[in-house]
């Protein structure tokens, strides 16, 4: 079974955030929908983009109550050194966590030992800290954030309407299905 | 370290297409691009509005070249059964495999165990029978087949041009990005 | 040893009973005499006349105080669209289990883990839920449920007879056996 | 998974037929079908009735080309000692395999540790040695041999013509199925 | 170190005796002396011969207080029929026990493995359960009951004269040897 | 099983026989009758006796082809000791074989480990090496070498006579017993 | 027993040089002396100087031969990053390993896992691959690079000048010691 | 991860110091900066120079408090000899431990186990007993004593002045670093 | 380690001492110095010529408190009727011990597991019931046990002299040495 | 069983002889008789008595053909440097093998674990390698190297004569044993 319906493990991190060194755990998760986005590494080449696109969509799901991480297995100290020379990088306001340890991207199955990097995953945390989503692409192939929004509002939607699911393609204010014995058999 | 980056394993299965059984095996993947989409039963309730967007992205994923796999743990006479009954499933085209001894479910790590179900994952696999990507959806979200053109698309670039990759919400005929060492820290 | 005199182990599920959808669990066999018969596969082609069978069975059944029940690793949603497509299974008013986690099929020795599906058993079990026959057929070979009333109303005699058993062929109001010393090589 | 399916494992024995101690062993089911009957104990109550009963059907099985084997943990000598003595048994002109050893008895799966005793099962096999159809029945409960003549021929009936298969209820003459995709959710 | 010196495990047996069928423990050894008599099968060829001379020396033995056992892997079932049957065997007075479940012949190491049958071991046993001599001998070749008779006395004036001990040939109302310093070296 | 029916193992061991001392093997066993009695230990007090009434059977066994061994844990040179000094011991003839490793009174299983000392065990072994017969008694019960005698004649009277077997009490010239069918149950 | 005196195992990494990217291997340490400096973290504290004054002596050690490596568990595009901007590590000329799957720091035995990061360890490696001096100090307390220069060429003179050893404080030009039989117990 | 940075294990030995024979344990080491050294052998040739280089150092590191430690696998008895014999190790104030069992040698991971000597490492250890540096030479390098002064001068700066550190060839009344924020990447 | 300097272990075991059977066990080990002598067998070659040495020294042992013990694998009974019958053995006044279950003698390490007898080993034992002293030879080679004396006067001179130890060749009344640190390298 | 009749195993190792270095290993023991004697260090008390008693014995023990070795967890150094400053050792003549890693006193289990140092055990080796006897003193205990040469002149007088023993106390020139019967018992 994929971590998707499973808790996120415990973790704790240092990690760079506007201008100061923070520290980040597995229970600032809680309590409100949240992205941890991992990419290889700081300084490499699809990664500031990933991260740019990310930042153009925090203003939106910061607006959905979702908060934002973004993983790798740099230091916090490099986070803010890429954070001060790159101007894509340098636009962003989300938590930026440094995993050295390389314990978090282990804990979500993303760390390819070979290279010691992280796989590009992006997962999607519900308030209780369980993976509803996830995604991983291979190296070359840039992830489009607006595509989370969507699946965050199917969520959210799902979770405050018990009963109901959103049909492939929802959108928000569509119209969702109710299971339903007679639906069995009928779609 | 996940699935993606991975040759998918061995297996051989039962299908239902196009009002016949046929077989599919691992090797049936060699030589096109593929997807695989895993849902959880036949005649329940959010599956066939994904089965049936999957459907209407099928042509041009096949002017791609693009083969598409459903599979649940359901069995091939099922699959048809549910395609002479269900007004959205009956419009479906591509292969849909029945896996009742759950060996390919269990080969992308999608079981549920408790409920010996699939989750909902899809998988973009290159010609050579690597995954390039994958995305796993909890019950009640819906998925959207039309984000998979763009992420083959890309694949199917990078493999066309080695040294070449595309940033995030990288789409057809935009620029790409090709890595060197004056890019660090650049971008 | 064989699984008969031995009582059933615990389990739970969902299954299709009359329109509605049910949970079944081992602790629903107490207190009256069952019969659970396995299969496996709807929409497969001999099992739909042996479910029409245990059907045309099932009043006489009821007037004995037996509960049937019918098992695949179908779902219940599978069962419920097999009810409502066949004229067969249409009739049938027992419970219909779905084991997709095959859990059930497991506990009674009954799954072809090559193929991921029951074979064709069929227990009969007493209201202490301990099995009292059993019996298995390979695929292509038929049952017929009427010589389960017999087996049925010889385990009832015998349970409220103690002291005397049935001998072969017996039938209900024939004379039954009651063992005792004097009997050793006179019969 | 059930011994249905499985080749019979290796075993010898000696036994008593017609006034005769001969040798048995598993190489002699091939070639033909068989029934292999266990019982508990010779001398004991509800097992002459059965044995009986199987005898008054050996012609009928002999005329299919069946040939029958009784066993019990009793030794070859207790067997003639039986048959001179019942009057029923008297009658029995098959084989009875002697089983002191217990080995034939644990090959089926048939061993009432406790008891050191036989349980109640029937075994249908075929001229490949594979077992077809089982039965085993509590303490308590006779059989009904007669049962065993219409299995045989559904068997019996399939093996000749391959690709059909014997609804439930089947008796000789009567329509077979065979099975196709036209088939699936129609009956 | 053999069973010799050692105390009987537990058992527990149905038995036949004097036209009764009756249970026998390894309690039931205690407060007398008693015989146990392994023989390898009921309606063989030596064996009737053996347990009609134990009986000849039952009356006998009965009068020293020892109580008589024989065991065989036989049923109880199949005692009485053989006690009904056989002219030598009809005659006995003392319990015959069945083992079908081979419990008691595995705790005397008497098992023929091969064959599933006791071998013909005697063994002598005094009040407190512990085993004061044992006897085995190859089929074939016949045993002699009266030989028991001086065994036993030996160990019952041993038992009552402690600090004695019978010499080899000893008979009763012989001389028996006091142990002492003395003795050393000079029988 | 005991070791009735199973062949001697390997052994190899110094000896005194005769005012020599001399070796003996397993190997020595093999083309005659052989009798191995072991006892606790030269220079006490019961086992002269019965070494003395060995002695006292020995010519009468030598005529019947029989050799003779005692075992005890002394070495060869207390033998050589005990033979000058006791008057009954100083008649013996046959081999004592020392075994102060006790590897030949483990292969017979009599070792009391707590003692150090054999128990009172005699073997009976045919000219295969193969065990025959076997008795072993508790400390203070005297054996009888006389009882030896039939048993070895029967022995070498059913080894002339494939086929026939030796009733209880059997005594030469005796009638002898043929198995056959027509006796079970007969005598 | 420590590293020193053992050969370095086998690993390959990528690096950043003089502008460049470049790729190392253990094969590149053979023919020439070598220093590999550990150090937790680029854009870290006490780092930089450390990596300055190793630069500042480096023009001497590359007379003696001597080629130096440093490495972090940073990737090579932050090593770049990291001599783009900062002035004290802008100097550097030599090898900047990057070990993100920290291999190498693992086969120092210098990687603190709590962090993930190396410690400050300095190894000196003879052309062969041996390693022949070591140091390691606790963070807060910077190292001295010239004092590597001493003791690679004491290791150069003695491995020029065999059967010769250098005494403490030994600097270029002053005398050995000649290890002889009649120097022990006499400096 | 190495020894620095850990705490000292247990271990007690015996010792030879000015004049007397005194025992030493890691309880000895608490409260104080400690240095141990430990060499191969007494009487041999490069060690005297080592341990009278320490001892030049010596009142100079009591200055700052720290003692001071040799260790080899000799005797404490050797130890006074060697003091006694050779002029260099004569003039030795310091603490000379010996340990023949070569548990403290284990301790450190400086044991040579083909020659069962000691490598030439020294260790700093801090008033907890937490190794604060470490530095091992291969034979035929001789140690340079005065080094270590500065380290401990390092250590004691960081120990005394939490949140600064010592930058590279930092000496005594040199500035210092405090790590900050707007450090990261601007040295 | 060897035995010297280790408790004995725990023993009891039969024993001769003139002309009684007397039990012995570990615990007669305490309170006074004790000797005691292994030899492979009673009645063999060089052990009787070692007896009566050590009993022409025994009232000169038992002057200084030593108790003295003899063993071997025989019994206590071959023990007595060698002391009758052996002029040489006949004189021995100290205890002989019976081991034939060679626990003694394994607890010692002296069995020769081939034959089943003790080695020649002799030990000298202190009143703690700790080993002093060991001394064990080959078969051919005889004892002097004159030279126990010395090594026992030696023992007994030591713990009553704290701090004296005695040289080699050490005979009562000479000099002893007392450790100290100016007697080292000085002898 | 103890060292006595094995074969030593195989070492190698420098030992200080003579004034000059030499190796020393087990194939140096073969061809001539040999004696190892263990001390525990090199400049402690009792040991050099010991070691110059040896000395005082080696002429008249290289008359015999044996040769000497002393050993000790000492280096060879440390045998060197306690030849030159000792009175007493200065006169050693024979080999002094230094075993600083303790394989040779672990190869005769005279190795105390908790001193590190070697107990008190010589060993007498024949020209095979074979220990013929061994003899272990505690500490405050000398030995006395005359006595050897008793011993190696009994085993040079047996190995010389086969089919003699030496009794106790045997001394050159005195008559020896030849075993056979008739000494059995009359010594």
């Known amino acids: 079974m994929s971590l998707v319906g499973k808790k996120v493990g415990e973790f704790s991190a240092h990690a760079y955030r506007q201008g100061e060194f923070v520290d980040v755990s597995d229970k600032d998760l809680l309590g409100h929908w949240s992205i941890i986005m991992f990419y290889p590494a700081d300084f490499s080449f699809v990664c500031p983009t990933e991260l740019e696109d990310l930042q153009d969509n925090y203003s939106q ?51 390819d030992e070979e290279q010691g990097l992280a796989q590009r995953g992006t997962f999607i945390i519900d308030p209780e800290g369980v993976v509803q989503a996830m995604e991983i692409n291979a190296d ?36 969702t299905l109710t299971p339903g014995l007679d639906l069995v058999g009928k779609i």
Chains 1, 2, 3, 4, 5, 6, 7, 8, 9, 10 share one sequence.
């Open 140 to 175: 070359g192939i840039g992830r489009n954030a607006s595509e989370y929004l969507n699946r965050i509002k199917a969520g959210q939607y799902v979770a405050a309407h018990p009963g109901e699911v959103c049909p492939a393609k929802w959108k928000e204010d569509e119209a």
């Open 61 to 111: 799901l910061q607006s959905l109550g979702v908060e934002v991480y973004s993983v790798s297995a740099d230091t916090h100290f490099v986070h803010k050194a890429w954070h001060d020379d790159s101007e894509a990088v340098g636009k962003v306001e989300y938590t930026m966590i440094g995993d050295p340890s390389q314990k978090i991207i282990r804990l979500f199955d993303v760390l």
